[in-house]
T-cell receptor, first 114, second 109 residues
Framework: ETGVTQTPRHLVMGMTNKKSLKCEQH?????MYWYKQSAKKPLELMFV???????ENNSVPSRFSPECPNSSHLFLHLHTLQPEDSALYLC?????????????FGPGTRLTVT | GQNIDQPTEMTATEGAIVQINCTYQ??????LFWYQQHAGEAPTFLSY????GLEEKGRFSSFLSRSKGYSYLLLKELQMKDSASYLC??????????FGAGTRLFVKA
């Protein structure tokens, strides 16, 4: 595996379900990110981890819960979601967090909340 | 507030040159990125500008004017595979990068 991988690629869940999104980076990077991408809207930064420590939490509802057990893995735990949470969820990594470091994105998980 | 503006859509002809503009108003500035995103795929990095001026990389160039809060991405010798969305993004300091909504470029034969 190379680059940034995400599983599952597609997920349909009811509002009462609990599910988790997984991201893995094979680039030796120290920072990882979760973004939400809705149709015709800018990417919204949700969470940033640097060296496994959460350094940014962008006013995200508590029904989204991130976890970073090590610098290669990032999870997004989902529970009691709303239909407006349906979107593409992108994971990204960079050499370090902050200025000048381009981000490498995974293919995303297309989430549909019914 | 923080704001990044770019045109929603543009159309250009194969072999031509196209310029995609981006204006930004942010509370801080630590560099501007351009990403390309094909439909259904992940964004991929194209360029980074932190100082004023033009950065050239093959068929792609990116320009920055910090005093004007303005950047553009220039694509030369357009190819059909350049049809994609182009995202302008600003690192506002620390760990935060803000993205524009993207410009969908259609390249026609």
């Amino acid at each position: 595996e190379t680059g940034v991988t995400q599983t599952p690629r597609h997920l349909v869940m009811g509002m009462t379900n609990k599910k988790s999104l997984k991201c893995e980076q094979h680039l030796g990077h120290n920072a990882m990110y979760w973004y939400k991408q809705s149709a015709k809207k800018p990417l919204e930064l949700m969470f940033v981890y640097s060296l496994e420590e959460r350094v940014e939490n962008n006013s995200v509802p508590s029904r989204f819960s991130p976890e970073c057990p090590n610098s290669s893995h990032l999870f997004l735990h989902l529970h009691t979601l709303q239909p407006e949470d349906s979107a593409l969820y992108l994971c990204a990594s960079s050499q370090a967090a902050g200025r000048g470091y381009e981000q490498y994105f995974g293919p995303g998980t297309r989430l549909t909340v019914t | 507030g923080q704001n990044i503006d770019q045109p929603t859509e543009m159309t250009a002809t194969e072999g031509a040159i196209v310029q995609i503009n981006c204006t930004y108003q942010t509370s801080g500035f630590n560099g501007l990125f351009w990403y390309q995103q094909h439909a259904g795929e992940a964004p991929t990095f194209l360029s980074y500008n932190v100082l004023d001026g033009l950065e050239e990389k093959g068929r792609f160039s990116s320009f920055l004017s910090r005093s004007k809060g303005y950047s553009y991405l220039l694509l030369k010798e357009l190819q059909m595979k350049d049809s994609a969305s182009y995202l302008c993004a600003v690192n506002t300091g620390g760990f935060k990068t803000i993205f524009g909504a993207g410009t969908r470029l259609f390249v026609k034969a």
